[in-house]
């Protein structure tokens, strides 16, 4: 299927064919599966006649196709790769599938006596309302053989899923959620394009306002389209959503079976699923006549592909819901630059929740000055710790580093054990005894002595996950932790049980990554501490203010969502830091003003239009000649060219990195650039990349 351009065939007779339909075409000495894009009359003397015709209907609708030909075209990706993008991998390679009806696995009334751990654990996490055989068995990796056995004993029944109308259950709303549905809705009724910023502080009930305007949208009879996070997209996410819509739900995401995601694209392109859940793949869901589309977290960064094609899905959103004539939601309680900057240019509508739902309040942050401090948990933080533990509820560590230290450092010369194949040091994982790198997986195990000077006191620096529990255990022994990052907790079946344990108060600190940051609600999280708060701050990132905030009052969220009284420490080596004091003041107003003077100043987005072109190459002297000769090459009076420079990550996986940056306020100016660019011939073993308005900078 991704042929890299547009190839023209002879339609035979007796077929019947349509624009999204799969067929099987003569490519050279090959066949190819490909997709109809376009039906022509013209003379096809001279043309091959397509050899087969997979699909009797189109799967995805022209809609899509036309979606899939503007990304081509602005991403500057072949069309056959965009293409690829609607279809499942199942369908890519020319299977076929029966729909059909979908069953859900249910707990029967039937008493057991002996189960073991694993069965018993299955039997606990399938809910009232049933759940998918393929979310269960994402849940509990490798448990096919376990339900079967206990669907043998009749502790499990297999139904065919019905949409459940006792689910169309009242539920109160806050006068601010009222206002927000009202406008929402008034926007859905006009039957024309709206873009609505929904601008929720966290625990302000934005979840609610999506499902109640889905529902509207759904008993209109038009379809909705509802996108999350990957980070955000778990179980009891699904499960949450799913027990509200009472129409058939389809699920767009990795963590199925290729056979399961094509089971849940079937059931979108065939009509019987009007409601999509899904991360940013769902934005080429083949739906119909879409009403209203949800971007939760739309600031998220996964909602951009760094691979293959680069596109955005929160921006083809907007894109998409214009050509529908439905209503976007841009929801988030940090929104990004962008975002901000099309509510000012009335681009975009801006509805405020600037309240917690029911009795919660925003928790009360107190800024810990860590310079001249040898301490890793500082006496303050450790203070409100014992008093939490006292009171038996939780708190929450954030630190957005895995392992135990960031580099090992010889204290005698210096020297820093560092990646072979990347420019990077490698991480010490006390855990593993080993150091890794987080970039390409390279694993050392920790030398004796130093390789550069002999010494035997190689030393840790930095801190990571398994330094901040060890530094808990050692002041408070005996209580129960658990560490939340990609190491421990690594398939989703872990994730389902560390985030069950947490919710049923079997855990009393938690130690974690940005996987804790967002999206759950934990009733009983009453102390949050942020460690090396300024981390981001300083990275080669035009956005790194934006983000500092954006991760930071994330993680502080977590923390008073249903209860009064509630704290967060935010240690950090720049307290006087004017991002660090809206932090304190929840005062995302200061960051934004503040960062956006600073963008228009420079001519950074969104105040200009950017490319990043990287290239790279085992070879760096054909590289740097390469690269040097492309920007001199580059004649515009409207392009700003910055560059040829290189990376951030000058070295990754083996391979040499160099950049060109291109800004522009006009974006056709822009975009002629980067087809010069493309244009230019380049040595074997250099590879180029383009990336039209890029997240990361590295």
């Known amino acids: 299927m991704n042929i890299p351009k547009v190839l023209s065939y002879k339609i035979p007779a007796e077929m019947k064919v349509s624009g999204g339909c799969r067929v099987r075409v ?30 009797e209907s189109a799967l995805v609708p022209t809609e899509i196709i036309e979606l899939l030909m503007w990304c081509a075209r602005y991403y500057h990706a072949s069309l056959g790769a965009c293409v690829a993008l609607a279809f499942p991998p199942y369908f890519r390679i020319g299977n076929t599938l029966d729909l059909e009806p979908e069953c859900l696995a249910y707990k029967t009334d039937m008493k057991h006596e002996r189960l073991g751990s694993r069965q018993k654990a299955l039997l606990d996490a399938i809910p009232e309302d049933g759940i998918a055989p393929d979310v269960l068995r994402k849940i509990f990796p490798g448990s096919s053989a376990s339900i079967s056995r206990l669907v043998q004993r009749g502790l499990i029944e297999l139904r065919q899923y019905t949409p459940n109308p006792r689910i169309m259950h009242r539920v109160d709303h806050s006068p601010e ?33 999506y499902l109640t305007c889905a529902l509207k949208a759904l008993e209109a009879g038009r379809s909705v389209l509802y996108m999350v996070p990957e980070i955000a997209l778990t179980p009891q996410t699904i499960e949450r959503i799913r027990s509200r819509i009472p129409n058939e739900m389809a699920l767009f995401h990795s963590g199925l079976s290729p056979r399961a995601r094509a089971l849940e694209f079937l059931k979108v392109a065939r009509g019987n699923a009007r409601f999509v859940l899904g991360t940013r793949s769902a934005i080429f869901a083949p739906l ?76 009360d942050v107190e800024i810990v000055d860590m310079r001249s401090r040898s301490e890793i948990i500082s006496g303050e933080l450790l203070s409100a710790i014992k008093e939490t533990l006292e009171r038996g509820a939780q708190t929450l560590l954030f630190i957005n580093r895995r392992g135990f230290s960031s580099a090992m450092v010889c204290p005698a010369c210096g020297k820093v054990l560092k990646c072979s194949r990347c420019d990077r040091s490698l991480t010490y994982h006390k855990a593993k005894t080993a150091a890794l790198c987080h970039y390409c997986g390279y694993t050392q195990k920790l030398p004796e002595i130093c390789p550069g000077c002999g010494c035997l006191d190689m030393r840790p620096i930095g801190l990571g996950t398994e330094r901040i529990m060890e530094e808990v255990l050692a002041h408070f022994p005996g209580i129960r932790i658990l560490r939340m990052d990609s190491d421990e907790v690594n398939t989703p079946g872990k994730l389902d049980k560390a ?3 947490i919710r049923c108060r079997d855990i009393d600190v938690i130690v974690g990554t940005q996987m804790i940051a967002k999206g759950h609600d934990f009733p009983h999280l009453t102390l949050v501490g942020v460690m090396y708060a300024e981390q981001l701050l300083y990275m080669p990132d035009f956005r ?110 083996g391979s040499h990195r160099r950049q060109i940056t291109l800004l522009s306020e006009n974006r056709r100016a822009l975009h002629r650039v980067v087809d010069e660019i493309e244009k230019v011939k380049i040595p074997a073993g250099i590879k180029r990349k383009i990336d039209i308005d890029p997240y990361d900078m590295l």
């Open 26 to 55: 003569p490519v050279k000495t090959c066949t190819y599966v490909g997709v109809i894009v376009a039906l022509r009359c013209h003379d096809d003397s001279g043309l091959k006649p397509i050899s087969e015709v997979i699909d």
């Open 288 to 363: 119909r006549d879409i009403g209203l589309i949800v971007v939760d977290e739309e600031h998220d960064g996964s909602f951009k592909q760094s691979d293959g094609v680069p596109y955005n899905a929160r921006d083809l959103s907007i894109l998409r819901a214009q050509r529908q004539k439905a209503v976007v939601i841009l929801g988030s309680a940090t929104p990004s630059m962008d975002t901000f900057v099309k509510v000012g240019n009335n681009a975009a509508g801006l509805v405020v929740l600037k309240s917690r739902f029911g009795e919660a309040a925003l928790p």
């Open 499 to 501: 985030l069950s344990a």
């Open 177 to 209: 959620q009222k206002d927000a549905v009202g406008i929402i809705i008034q926007a859905m009724n006009s039957g024309e394009f709206s873009s609505i910023v929904l601008h929720g502080i966290t625990g302000s009930g934005k979840t609610e306002v």
């Open 544 to 653: 790194a203010i934006e983000r500092t905030f954006q991760q930071v009052v994330q993680v502080a969220g977590r923390a008073g969502r249903q209860q009064p009284d509630t704290r967060v420490f935010v240690q950090t080596l720049v307290p006087d830091h004017p991002v660090i004091a809206a932090i304190a003041n929840h005062d995302y107003h200061a960051m934004i003003e503040a960062e956006r003077e600073i963008r228009h100043m420079s001519g950074f987005p969104p105040f200009a239009h950017m490319a990043l072109c990287t290239f790279s190459s085992y070879d760096p002297r054909a590289l740097e000649q390469t690269i040097r000769r492309i920007a001199a090459g580059i004649k515009s009076n409207s392009v700003k060219v910055m560059g040829p420079v290189p990376a951030p990550i000058a070295f990754l996986r």
